[in-house]
């Protein structure tokens, strides 16, 4: 069965503060009515902890590492979720039942099986 990654695009909070705490029970709700599709996924920390790596002059080159995210945005990569669902309209109909669906986004993309 195909698997499918389900990006969560929220505003940039910190996941394991306390007070997220009522907000990561949605998620919990969520992990439960999915768990039959769910195959991994986590929380993400808050931007501020990412860092970018680029490779200057490609293959070989100089590793350039910056702290921050890739792009700066309204919204924030802050977690991810690995489901295996039947095509790409499970995926969709299951991705819409994760709360970041309801105030941000949530980014569905095919996996390609070990490359």
Request: glycine share 10%.
């Amino acid at each position: 069965m195909p698997l499918y990654v389900a990006l969560t695009y929220t505003k940039d909070v910190d996941w394991s503060a306390p007070e997220q705490a009522e907000e990561l029970k949605e998620y919990q709700e969520f992990g439960a009515a999915a768990a039959a599709v769910i195959r991994g996924g986590h929380a993400l920390y808050p931007t501020a902890t990412a860092t970018t790596v680029r490779v200057a002059g490609g293959k070989g080159g100089d590793v350039v590492a910056s702290d921050g995210p890739y792009a700066e945005t309204k919204e924030a990569l802050t977690g991810f979720y690995l489901l295996e669902c039947a095509d790409l309209d499970e995926a969709v109909k299951v991705s819409a039942g994760l709360p970041a669906a309801w105030d941000g986004a949530v980014e569905v993309r095919p996996v390609i099986p070990r490359v």
